[in-house]
């Protein structure tokens, strides 16, 4: 953040106007250069450091602010909160809501650099719109964006501060002058910035001549060392010392002229009225560079903009692209092609960049490979293999993106002829050699080409890219486990989750999927879709079938498998067996491409072609495919009826549809075996005794089916509910159970154990419930006790039937999740997230456990203390969006809780500031300091703001 001048005059009627933005949701300060806009909030935000009313968080705006990611980021940074790659308005709300009780203002100063109409202006459109009711949002600059302020506007709640606020005042103006030890004898209208220049270079009649003046009398090392600030906008020492070609004393700059600040991070910074009186033509290049260095292309490139450099702007064109590839910052892109004269834009680098923003609106557009194929041409015909690559790496993205086979071989060849010098162009050979070794069928040598290439040199959407390629080849080559730790190392967030998942999921594991493909692209829709057909059919799923109509072997493949696991799934093994011979009629197994991704979903093909099967048979196969291939095998020996091959119950699930598992486990159990039939109940669901139904009516698999059905329980007919956040109640299809079981205390025990920790071992259930009776005793209570507990959970089940919620063997109690099943305790953790606190609170009835204070006092602890915390944080969310009487009730429903909580005081003292009721709020501040006074500490920073608002108000 600036800081002002040490000669610079204190203002307290515009600090005092300044401060007011603590009153009003929205500040505008609006004037032109030199006004002291910056200045003036810089001390108003020292005010506040004096006399805290909350937080601050100062962005200054610059070139690429446009960008509504970087903007975002940026303002994330400032308010100290986490973020992804790609955040928005949402995560910049949420980092407001999480500052809640505490008021928080976000300072955007220099806003002119956001043009009306970017995405960045959309972003603070939508800010400004939804903005919490602790927070507050300052804009500063020469013009502030359109936003939609109107309702506000008429409600009260904008506060405008415009030139004639700014400027200096004729005592403020005397006053200057006096600490100057001079006379003004020109009228510059309150101009602070032209005043202050005029008292230090002498009497002036113009800006320029006050700059002369003040020019003159540097030597020209300074001069050039103001001039290289100029061009940078702010910079380090160093960075000037670059762009001045020599070593440089800006500390003595700020202290020898006027309007030249020393910023808070240790930055220097001149006003920009210097730029219109020094020249920094000659620094353009190095200034670019310096910028370049520090991630700024947008600041670059508008350095070249204004000094219409448009070779330097190809150049920053270039590295744009090669830099950002599909994340392209579009509003920058656009507004320096906006800027290019028309007879430039047939450059290779502006070619390339036109290019590279189609693909950011459409990469189906036709128009792109023209672009970037004559980019690539020209690069070529010059010799300039760096600009070639940069091309033919927009290609490849196109390419990817649309699935283009064709295309890709293309791109693939050219590659070859390019001269691998830089990390980017090694790293473009080898993906396209592993590409064009992929597309025939070879994916172990594009493993050893991808091995090569310099993925840590390279910038990081070049890496992910490769890195994503690579997962994909090892995929192929039956190396899941290898691809899961590449992707789990290499890659980030949603999509480092989903290639993970996936790679285990296919090598053995069954995992957890959770959230959609966002990747961006048709393409990667239509894979996700594929194997998410496969995967749901081992859980008796089927999904939206996809199309049929396939112009290459490898989506074929994925429509093929989909397809075949669907019709497995209904019962349609025949159907599914048709279309595997339709593709290898189409397109047949002697074409490598076309038989390695067949291996992707090998079970399926092993089991449903006899060809294939043959072929896998004698083939050297990857750990994943062995896995798939043994699972395949066991299968068809069992139907011969040889149940040698004993599979683990994950492989089962993950390589064979559910038609298929349960049909294994069927004959399994034939033979006294009900390990898998009970562990894939237990896994899948209903699904599975509906499989083990139909399969009933086989007559050779009847007997299996029979025994499964008898010892693996049934879900019961009406769903069933525990409650024990209060008195202890079961109910069955929603209404209260009237059960004489429910008056045994310890039958009550038993249930509350089992709901606080699912599992217990029969030893713990009876040294928590009969500590005092022998063993034998002991035992003999514990199976009278589980009987009327099966009894209370499931009434109509008949006798000798397993309970299929409650499971029991020599060792151990289990009591098990299920759709048919509600734990009021078990929602009530999953609901604790800030998007379903409501709920979570509406499920509290009163002291949770009663039966078991005594054997779980940790455990009731900690139920005790996440409700606390869930009124806390469902407080401080309707504090923010301005309902300061729920924030209160829940503030003090927390407080009878855990009265010394000093999150709770902090939200009821919030509460009752934002309420304006001084009475409320003196009996809140004084309960506040009694309980500080009871436990002998100091308020912490926070609840000190608090306290001090509140002596204010009151």
Not at 274 to 294: K, N
Not at 868 to 886: F, I, K
Request: proline share 6%; aromatic share 4%; hydrophobic share 45%.
């Amino acid at each position: 953040m600036p800081r002002p001048l040490d000669v610079e005059l204190a203002r307290p009627r515009l600090v005092d106007r300044l401060r007011g933005r603590w009153c009003r949701p929205v500040t505008l300060v609006t004037a032109g250069p030199g006004f002291g806009k910056t200045t003036a909030l810089a001390q108003a935000v020292r005010a506040n450091l004096l006399e805290p009313r909350g937080i601050d968080a100062w962005v200054t705006c610059g070139p690429g602010h446009e960008d509504a990611t970087r903007l975002a980021t940026t303002i994330l940074d400032a308010l100290a909160a986490a973020h992804g790659s790609q955040p928005g308005v949402a995560e910049i709300l949420q980092a407001l809501h999480r500052k809640a009780p505490l008021d928080v203002c976000l300072l955007l100063d220099d806003v002119h650099e956001v043009p009306d109409g970017s995405p960045g202006a959309e972003l603070l459109a939508a800010l400004a719109r939804a903005l919490p009711a602790t927070a507050h949002l300052v804009l500063s600059g020469r013009v502030v964006p359109g936003l939609p302020l109107a309702r506000r506007e008429a409600a009260g709640e904008v506060a405008t501060i415009e030139t004639a606020d700014l400027a200096f005042t004729d005592a403020e103006t005397s006053a200057l002058a006096r600490r100057f030890g001079r006379e003004l004898t020109e009228d510059l209208h309150g101009w602070p910035a032209l005043i202050r220049l005029s008292l230090t270079a002498g009497p002036a009649a113009s800006w320029r001549y006050a700059a002369e003046e003040v020019l003159g009398r540097l030597s020209a090392p300074m001069r050039e060392t103001l001039a290289a600030l100029v061009i940078l906008g702010s910079a380090t020492a160093s960075e000037v010392s670059a762009v001045a070609g020599s070593p440089v004393d800006v500390e003595h700059l700020v202290r020898t002229v006027p309007l030249v600040d020393r910023l808070d991070d240790g930055r220097y910074r001149a006003h920009d009225l210097w730029a219109s009186v020094l020249p920094t033509r000659h620094m353009r290049a190095t200034a670019a560079e310096v910028l370049v260095q520090r991630g700024e292309l947008a600041g670059a490139g508008r350095v070249a903009c204004r000094a219409a450099d448009w070779t330097l702007l190809a150049r920053l064109a270039v590295e744009l692209v090669r830099t950002t590839l599909s994340v392209l910052p579009s509003a920058t892109a656009r507004r320096w092609l906006e800027a290019v004269p028309a007879h430039h834009l047939q450059e290779p680098a502006f070619l390339v960049l036109t290019a590279a923003v189609r693909h950011a609106d459409d990469f189906a557009d036709p128009f792109i490979d023209c672009l970037v194929d004559r980019a690539c041409a020209r690069w070529l015909d010059a010799g300039d293999h760096d600009g070639a690559a940069v091309a033919l790496g927009q290609a490849v993205i196109t390419a990817h993106s649309r699935g283009d086979l064709t295309r890709l071989v293309a791109v693939a060849q050219r590659a070859q002829r390019l001269e691998a010098r830089s990390p980017v162009l090694r790293l473009l050979r080898h993906s396209v050699a592993a590409v064009v070794a992929e597309l025939a069928g070879d994916p172990e040598t594009a493993l050893t080409h991808l091995a090569q290439a310099p993925t840590s040199e390279v910038p990081q959407a070049l890496a992910v890219s490769t890195t994503r390629f690579h997962v994909h080849c090892l995929a192929l080559c039956g190396r899941g486990r290898d691809a899961a730790e590449l992707a789990g190392r290499m890659l980030t967030g949603d999509l480092s989750r989903r290639h993970v998942a996936t790679a285990r999921w296919f090598d053995g594991e069954p995992v957890e999927f959770q959230g959609g493909n966002e990747d961006g692209t048709a393409r990667d829709e239509f894979v996700a879709r594929a194997f998410h057909a496969v995967i749901a059919a081992s859980f008796g799923e089927i999904t939206a079938e996809l199309s049929a109509e396939q112009d290459n072997p490898r989506d074929a493949v994925l429509t093929c498998a989909a397809q075949a696991a669907a019709a497995v799934t209904r019962g349609d093994e025949d159907l599914a067996r048709d279309l595997y011979k339709q593709h290898l009629a189409r397109w047949p197994a002697d074409i490598k491409v076309a038989e390695r991704h067949l291996r992707r979903f090998l079970t399926l093909g092993y089991v449903l072609s006899d060809e294939l099967r043959e072929r896998w048979d004698s083939t050297d196969l990857g750990p994943s495919h062995r896995r798939a291939r043994t699972a395949g095998r066991a299968f068809l020996q069992a139907r011969q009826g040889d149940l040698r091959t004993d599979l683990p119950e994950e492989h089962v699930l993950c390589f064979l549809p559910l038609p298929w598992s349960a049909e294994l486990a069927v004959r399994q159990a034939a033979r006294g075996r009900t390990k898998l039939g009970t562990w894939l109940a237990d896994r899948v669901g209903p699904a599975a005794h509906r499989q083990f139904r139909e399969l009933a009516r086989d007559p050779g698999l009847a007997a299996g089916a029979a025994k499964l059905l008898a010892t693996v329980p049934a879900p019961p007919h009406h769903p069933v509910g525990i409650e024990v956040l209060g008195p202890m109640r079961v109910t069955r299809n929603g209404l209260t159970a009237q059960a004489p079981e429910l008056r045994r205390a310890r039958v009550r025990q038993l249930l509350g154990l089992l709901v606080v920790r699912t599992v217990i071992t029969r030893a713990q259930a009876i040294d928590l419930l009969w500590p005092e009776l022998d063993p034998a005793s002991a035992a003999r209570n514990l199976r009278v006790t589980m009987t009327h507990l099966r009894r209370l959970l499931e009434p109509d089940r008949a006798g000798g039937e397993a309970s299929y919620f409650l499971r029991s063997d020599s060792d151990t109690l289990r009591l098990v999740r299920s759709d048919r099943l509600t734990v009021d305790l078990w929602s009530f953790h999953e609901l604790s997230d800030t998007t379903r606190l409501s709920e979570a609170i509406a499920l509290w009835r009163g002291e949770p456990l009663p039966d078991l204070t005594d054997l779980c006092e940790p455990e009731i602890a900690q139920i005790r203390a996440r409700h606390v915390g869930n009124l806390l944080a469902l407080g401080e969310l309707r504090l923010v969006t301005g309902d300061s009487s729920e924030a209160r009730h829940l503030a003090d429903r927390a407080l009878e809780l855990e009265p010394f909580e000093p999150r709770g005081h902090r939200l009821a003292l919030a509460a009752a500031l934002r309420a304006r009721n001084p009475q409320r709020t003196e009996e809140v501040r004084a309960r506040v300091l009694d309980s500080l006074r009871q436990l002998g500490v100091r308020p912490d920073p926070a609840t000190e703001i608090l306290l001090r608002q509140a002596v204010t108000r009151s």
